[in-house]
């Protein structure tokens, strides 16, 4: 039920304040501010997404859980898909993710409903076993220099 009253009260409040804001300062300020945030929030996606990703790495090189890292870089692809959409209470959500104390808070009274899984493959990090060197790695080769034709008949798949 709660989604439901979610999916009817947010765009009701959302032309609310259109209606609202758009009275205070006028409609095409109002329509500026909305672009506005639909640019910040792709810039948020590109340059919080390549952070993120290196501070996952290095908290697992270093043998740490990246739950928070991971759940952190979550919150701040929802607050970047809160600011493209178009509405300014969606945009004082994602404002309100920006804010790490608010990210931590949220993390805190989740962590327990989560579950980390960690999984190792061979050769990669700290706790992995070694990968041996002297690996022999056995194929066949066909000789693609040009010039050279086949030996063998054509097959009828091509012409030759």
Aim: proline share 8%; hydrophobic share 50%.
């Amino acid at each position: 039920m709660w989604p439901f009253l979610l999916l009817v009260a947010v765009p009701v409040v959302e032309i609310a304040l259109f209606i609202t804001v758009g009275g205070w300062i006028g409609v095409l300020p109002t329509i500026g501010l909305v672009l506005l945030a639909a640019f910040a929030g792709m810039a948020l996606v590109r340059s919080y997404g390549t952070r993120t990703l290196a501070a996952v790495q290095a908290a697992m090189r270093r043998g740490e859980d990246p739950g928070e890292q991971i759940f952190g870089a979550a919150m701040m692809l929802i607050a970047a898909g809160l600011f493209i959409t178009p509405g300014f209470l969606t945009d004082a959500m994602a404002l309100a993710l920006l804010v790490p104390g608010i990210r931590s808070a949220i993390y805190r009274a989740v962590r327990g409903r989560m579950r980390l899984q960690t999984t190792i493959l061979g050769g990669f990090g700290p706790a992995a076993e070694p990968m041996p060197q002297d690996r022999v790695i056995d194929g066949d080769f066909t000789d693609v220099t040009p010039g050279k034709r086949p030996t063998h008949p054509p097959s009828g798949w091509t012409r030759h």
